[in-house]
């Protein structure tokens, strides 16, 4: 949720800028996730979704898995999938909402994950939302995609597909490498856009390795709803995504203008005694941050509409020229 926070909040100001309420979608080329991450790109990319519509969805995410554990610790799939079902119906074409096949303005997006098939070969995958040009497609569901990108098996158990050829390919989380897909981000746009350059990428974090208290609270009030296991992970998890980050702009210092990661540093406390459901409560968590990174978000927020502005009118000026050729 923090997440969806942050970029509400700069993506609010483009809307102070440009004085007209705006979709996420409609300013950005590709959109990437993964694990939660990724079902967020697919609320805002795939279903074209508003940030309200997107932290509404993502309340029921949280409330369809809350406390609903099983045995091994890990949550719960049934509910999370009728969440996912309810999600499909309300914003897209129903319960089987197809990855492909987007009506109205496309935004490219996609999720990462890993498939293991029937010889246990483990493999990086993208799955999109469009035809890339070079590799061939994965036909999906928004359902199956999202089950597939948060396939940590800590927290739920693995998808797993019967394919038409009798094989089953079971879907793990992105990975180490990937749980930040920011290099997968940006050498998926130079596939995509080759002769463009990169006028602004985005990375968005749930919140630095230090925020998360990974000690076991003695207190009977604020037992973790997740176990130590859950909690260590959710380490794991920023850790990585912290340092996929560091290298990124250490490997690639021609984009410093370009690149902008936000994830916030200040912690909930301990982990176990935050209700991150609780919109408001994280808003107040976050001001401090979103503060500290104000100036920021708002050069984002005048670059991202200059460049919409720039892309409207070229595509003006294409149109223009395309009535006089056939004329």
Not at 26 to 52: E, H, V
Not at 70 to 87: C, D, H, R, S, Y
Not at 88 to 103: A, I, L, N, V
Request: proline share 4%; aromatic share 10%; glycine share 6%.
């Amino acid at each position: 949720m923090s997440m969806l926070l942050l970029l509400r909040n700069m993506l609010r100001q483009v809307e102070q800028l440009s004085h007209e309420p705006i979709l996420p979608c409609q300013y950005f080329d590709l959109i990437a996730g993964s694990g939660t991450g990724g079902f967020i790109a697919l609320l805002l990319g795939r279903l074209r979704l508003t940030m309200d519509e997107a932290m509404e969805c993502y309340k029921w995410f949280i409330d369809s898995v809350d406390m609903r554990t099983k045995t091994g610790g890990n949550f719960k799939v049934a509910p999370f999938e009728e969440a996912l079902q309810e999600i499909s119906c309300r914003f897209g074409d129903g319960e089987d909402t197809q990855m492909t096949g987007e009506r109205g303005p496309r935004c490219r997006t996609f999720v990462c994950v890993r498939d293991k098939g029937q010889f246990g070969v483990i493999r990086s995958k993208r799955l999109r939302t469009y035809a890339h040009p070079t590799e061939p497609p994965y036909q999906c569901t928004f359902l199956e995609a999202v089950r597939a990108t948060m396939g940590n098996a800590v927290y739920f158990t693995p998808l797993s597909i019967s394919n038409d050829n009798g094989t089953t390919t079971t879907f793990l989380d992105a990975g180490d490498d990937h749980y930040n897909p920011v290099y997968d981000l940006y050498d998926e746009a130079m596939s995509l856009f080759p002769s463009r350059d990169v006028a602004y990428l985005v990375s968005y974090g749930a919140g630095q390795a230090s925020t998360i208290d990974v000690t076991p609270s003695r207190s009977l009030f604020h037992k973790p709803r997740l176990p130590p296991v859950g909690i260590l992970e959710m380490h794991h998890l920023a850790e990585r995504c912290d340092a996929t980050s560091d290298a990124f702009i250490r490997n690639n210092l021609e984009l410093q203008r370009a690149y902008y990661r936000f994830t916030h540093d200040h912690g909930f406390g301990r982990i176990t005694s935050a209700r991150c459901d609780q919109i408001q409560a994280l808003v107040e968590i976050l001001r401090s941050y979103a503060l500290l990174v104000d100036d920021i978000s708002l050069e984002l927020a005048e670059k991202m509409l200059d460049e919409r502005e720039l892309a409207s009118a070229t595509r003006r000026r294409a149109m223009r020229e395309s009535m006089a050729g056939l004329a």
